[in-house]
């Protein structure tokens, strides 16, 4: 069974196994790492792995801070601003989807929101040329979603935005490619597509934008206080740490990010083959200079269809190829833990499909 989820989504087979096998027994703990304190030697050494794992994977330089939050992005849309942003300050927001959308909107009480750029009204089928963007030099932070989950678009180059820090929800993109974190003030992303469980937010934030802001608030929202202890304010979520731990070494045995990258690329390209290559037959609408290698949104022919592809497909074994509600048709979504061999499974049904129902 293939899972072509957008989130929850997949998880590495072996990741899941290993996690099995030590369910019962971590690390001879003769304890389930659920069960372990967050302030015993044993997890702390797990949770400095991970974040070690991760600087390595990324490359993240010394003065960034690695944070392991909960809250979801979507808490972060709101903390994001309380931790950047004084009294009075805006911060300038590219719309690109209905994450970048929800972001600015979750952020309008704690900064003055300017839409820089907004993709609105081409139905987020094509993204603001960097050119096209209104900012502000003196804004706070820009803010932007590299891949929009929903509507299938991705930024494949970083873009410029002078001295101003670049704040980045890569929930949806974050680990598919090598990036050169130096350009970014802060990055964020929920951990359910590329990361492992859902309740978990990895962070990466320059170090000198955590002492930015002295509005009074309580210490578990300030970035701050949770860079001061490790994370460790309150319990974190121990369990998806330990499996975000498990996906990056998992991520370093496959190659790291440039051989995932690579992986990536493949699959998107196969599946965008298949798409433009059926007569018409299924179609993805976003102008291709955007496509997304993550999420695949497509359409067939005629929607009447929908159920039947539907039906047959799960029953094929390709989990959740259901479109997002807002869309409709179906969405592919192909994350680090989708293998080729997924993708080749279903542009092979996809092609079967389109010969039986005509
Ligand atoms: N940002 C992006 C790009 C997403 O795809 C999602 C969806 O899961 C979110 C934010 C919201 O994340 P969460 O459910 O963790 O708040």
Do not use: C
């Amino acid at each position: 069974v293939w899972n072509f989820s957008a989130g929850p989504a997949a998880i590495p087979s072996v990741v899941l196994e290993r996690a099995q096998r030590e369910l019962l027994d971590w690390n001879g703990s003769g304890a389930s790492v659920m069960e372990l304190s967050h302030r015993g030697k044993l997890f702390i050494g797990l949770a400095q792995q991970a974040e070690a794992d991760l600087r390595e994977l990324l490359g993240v330089p010394d003065d960034y801070a690695v944070l392991f939050l909960q809250g979801g992005a979507t808490q972060h849309f709101a903390q994001i601003p309380m931790n950047l942003a004084g009294d009075g300050d805006s911060a300038d927001y590219i719309v690109n989807g209905h994450w970048g959308e929800k972001a600015a909107s979750e952020a309008a009480p704690y900064v003055r929101v300017n839409i820089a750029a907004s993709s609105k009204s081409d139905q987020y089928l094509r993204l603001p040329p960097r050119e096209s963007w209104q900012l502000d030099p003196r804004a706070a932070y820009v803010h932007y979603t590299p891949n929009e989950t929903i509507h299938g678009v991705e930024y494949h180059e970083i873009p410029d935005v002078g001295d101003v820090p670049l704040v980045a929800d890569f929930s949806s993109n974050i680990l598919s490619e090598p990036l050169n974190v130096s350009r970014f003030g802060l990055i964020y992303a929920g951990a359910q597509k590329n990361i492992g469980p859902s309740g978990l937010v990895v962070m990466i934030v320059r170090r000198d934008l955590l002492q930015r802001v002295s509005r009074p608030m309580a210490k578990i929202f300030r970035y701050a206080e949770q860079a001061a202890n490790d994370s460790m304010l309150n319990t974190p979520n121990t369990w998806g740490w330990y499996l975000a731990g498990l996906t990056f070494q998992w991520l370093k045995d496959q190659g790291g990010l440039a051989a995932m990258a690579e992986r990536n690329r493949a699959k998107a390209e196969l599946l965008y083959q298949a798409i433009d290559g059926s007569g018409g037959y299924y179609r993805n609408p976003v102008q291709v200079s955007a496509r997304s290698r993550m999420n695949v949104p497509f359409t067939l022919h005629d929607s009447a269809l929908d159920a039947a592809f539907l039906k047959e497909s799960e029953a094929a074994g390709l989990l959740a190829l259901k479109g997002h509600k807002a869309l409709g048709g179906m969405r592919a979504s192909l994350y680090n833990a989708v293998p080729l061999e997924a993708v080749q499974a279903l542009v092979s049904f996809m092609k079967d499909f389109a010969v039986r129902h005509g």
